[in-house]
C-alpha cells in the first residue's frame, strides 16, 4: 500500500473516450490513453484490503457475487504500479491471466464489482490497469515467447481458439506437451475474433498473442470443422487427450411471426459478417450485413445488443433502436443487491453513448416484448409490432411478463437483428463422441474437473458452463489444463 490515504484523496479517473464524431468513422478502438503519472495515482486508491475480495472469485457464488475469476494478485501489481514496478508488476499479471490484453480490454470486470473501496466509494479502476500493464510490457519489448525446455512427447488436441481453448493451449504446452488447437474459421481467436468488434479490440490484438504462442510450439488450424471435416472420433484416436472448448455458439431464437422474412438476423451473424469483411477488404468486398441507410432494430439489451448499435452507427444506419424486456436498472445498488455482488445497476456504454451523441438519445426501451415481426409484399421486414410489458409472478411462483393493455407500438424496421444470448454448444461434436450432457444441453463435466463422461476428452469454457465471461473462460481453460496434465503424468505442477 503505497499511499496509505490515496483512496481518501485521489477521485476515480478513466481514460476519456475519443468523440463519437470522430470515432464513428472508423473502426479504432474507443479509449483515448492515459498519461502515467495518472495511473500511477490511480493505483494509489488500492487499499491492500486484509481480504481483498477483488481477486477471490468463486465458481459456487457466479455471477450473483462478484471477484476475480483467475485470482488476480490485483492490490501486489496496483502497488507495483504506484512504485513505476511495471516489469515486476506483469510478471504477478501472467502468473495469474495468460491474456491480460483481452480481459483488460472486454472483461466487464467482475473484480471492481466486489472492491472493498466500492462499499461507500467507487472501485479502484483494476481493469484499466491490467490494461495498462500488458500494454506497457509489449512496449518494452518485456513479453516474448518462452517455449517449454522439454517435450513429454503427449499430444493434445483442442477444439476451438476462443479464450479458454487457448488458456487451455497455452498452460498445456507450457507443460511441454505438443498441442494442437483446431478452429472452424478462417482465423483464429474464436468470440474474440469475430463476436467482439474492432473497436472493443482490435485484431491485431489477437494475433499479437497467437504469433507467441505460435513461437512458443502450439500448432493452429484453421479453416477445419472437428465433426465434419476431421470426423471427432480420429481425434481421439491420433491424439492422447482431447479438450472440447468450442464455446456456446447457438443462439437463442424469437419464435413469432415474421422470424423467417429477409433482413431478420442473429446478432452474430451480423457482427462476424462485419468484422471479417472489415479485415479482408475494408469492407470493399461488400460481403456483409450493411446497415447505411436503414431502420435498424436490435432485440436484446446485453454486450452483444450494444456491439450491434455500434456497428450500425458506424454503418451510418438511418435510426437504431434497441428492446430489452428486463426492467431499466436503477442508478445505484438497490439495498437487495449489497456488495459485494456484482452491481445492477444502470450503465451507459460505448454504443448508447454514441446513439445518444447521433440521435439525441438512449437508444434502449426497457420492459418492450416482441409480438411480431412485420413483413412487405416481397418478403422483407418493414416493422416490427412491440407490447409493453411488467413482470410479475404467476399461481407456480415464477417470474413472468404480463403485457400492459394499449401499450402496443409499431416500429419501422430494415434490419432486425436477435441478440438474445446463446443457449449451448453445437451438438454435433458431443453426439459424435457419445458426450453426456447438462439439463442445458452443455457438456456434462464438473467444475474443477473437466473430464466428461469419455475417458481422455475434457471440455471446458462455455461449452461446459453455458454462455459467460471471457474471464471464467480463461480460468476453465487453466484449471482444465490442469486436469489434462494430471491425466496424463499422474500429477501436474500447472498453477
Not at 104 to 116: L, T
Not at 220 to 229: P, R, W
Not at 371 to 391: L, P, R, S, Y
Not at 426 to 442: P, T, W
Request: glycine share 10%; net charge negative; hydrophobic share 35%.
Amino acid at each position: 500500500m503505497g499511499n496509505p490515504t490515496g483512496f481518501l484523496k485521489v477521485d476515480r479517473a478513466l481514460p476519456a473516450d475519443r468523440d463519437p464524431a470522430e470515432r464513428l468513422i472508423d473502426w479504432c478502438e474507443v479509449h483515448e490513453h492515459m498519461l502515467e503519472d495518472d495511473i500511477k495515482q490511480q493505483a494509489s486508491r488500492c487499499m491492500d484490503c486484509g481480504v481483498p475480495f477483488c481477486q477471490s472469485g468463486n465458481s459456487r457464488f457466479a455471477p450473483k457475487v462478484a471477484g476475480c475469476p483467475v485470482n488476480n494478485l490485483i492490490p501486489e501489481w496496483n502497488d507495483l504500479i504506484y512504485h513505476g514496478r511495471w516489469k515486476e508488476a506483469i510478471q504477478r499479471l501472467h502468473k495469474t491471466n495468460n491474456f491480460p490484453e483481452f480481459t483488460g480490454r472486454v472483461c466487464p470486470a467482475p473484480c471492481e464489482g466486489s472492491c472493498v473501496l466500492g462499499i461507500n466509494a467507487p472501485p479502484v479502476t483494476i481493469k484499466h490497469h491490467e490494461y495498462a500493464i500488458i500494454e506497457r510490457a509489449f512496449e518494452e519489448g518485456w513479453v516474448v515467447a518462452e517455449p517449454p525446455a522439454a517435450r513429454t512427447g503427449k499430444k493434445i488436441a483442442i477444439v476451438g481458439s476462443g479464450p479458454a481453448g487457448l488458456a487451455a493451449a497455452a498452460q498445456l504446452n507450457k507443460a511441454g506437451h505438443l498441442v494442437t488447437v483446431y478452429e472452424r474459421a478462417d482465423r483464429i481467436g474464436g468470440l474474440l475474433m469475430y463476436g467482439i468488434p474492432n473497436m472493443k479490440l482490435e485484431k491485431h490484438i489477437i494475433d499479437r498473442r497467437i504469433d507467441i504462442l505460435k513461437k512458443e510450439g502450439i500448432t493452429f488450424v484453421t479453416n477445419t470443422e472437428i465433426g465434419k471435416d476431421i470426423p471427432a472420433k480420429q481425434l481421439q484416436d491420433e491424439f492422447d487427450a482431447v479438450v472440447l472448448a468450442t464455446g456456446a455458439t447457438k443462439p437463442r431464437d424469437l419464435p413469432v411471426e415474421g422470424r423467417e422474412l429477409n433482413g431478420v438476423h442473429f446478432a452474430m451473424e451480423f457482427l462476424g459478417k462485419n468484422t471479417k469483411s472489415l479485415l479482408d477488404s475494408q469492407h470493399k468486398d461488400g460481403d456483409f450485413i450493411n446497415a447505411e441507410g436503414k431502420n435498424v432494430v436490435i432485440i436484446g439489451g446485453g454486450d452483444t445488443g450494444t456491439d450491434c448499435v455500434g456497428t450500425s452507427l458506424r454503418h451510418k444506419c438511418k435510426h437504431v433502436v434497441q428492446l430489452e424486456i428486463m426492467p431499466k436498472p436503477v442508478d445505484e445498488r438497490a439495498a437487495s443487491n449489497p456488495w459485494p455482488e456484482w452491481p445492477k445497476t444502470l450503465l451507459v456504454d460505448y454504443g448508447q453513448s454514441e446513439a445518444i451523441a447521433i440521435q439525441g438519445d438512449d437508444p434502449r426501451h426497457y420492459q418492450v416484448m416482441t409480438k411480431k415481426i412485420e413483413g412487405d409484399e416481397n418478403g422483407n421486414v418493414k416493422a416490427v409490432h412491440t407490447v409493453d410489458i411488467t413482470w410479475g409472478t404467476n399461481d407456480a411462483g415464477q417470474f413472468v411478463p404480463n403485457e400492459v393493455a394499449g401499450s402496443e407500438k409499431v416500429l419501422e424496421a430494415d434490419l432486425v437483428f436477435l441478440a438474445m444470448g446463446f443457449t449451448g454448444p453445437e451438438a454435433e461434436i458431443l453426439e459424435q463422441l457419445s458426450i453426456e450432457q447438462d439439463g442445458r444441453s452443455n457438456a456434462k463435466a464438473d467444475y474443477d474437473k473437466f473430464n466428461t463422461n469419455v475417458e481422455g476428452v475434457f471440455a471446458c469454457g462455455d461449452a461446459r458452463r453455458g454462455q459467460s465471461l471471457i474471464v471464467w473462460a480463461i480460468d476453465e481453460g487453466r484449471r482444465a489444463a490442469r486436469e489434462v496434465d494430471a491425466f496424463l503424468m499422474g500429477e501436474s505442477y500447472l498453477p
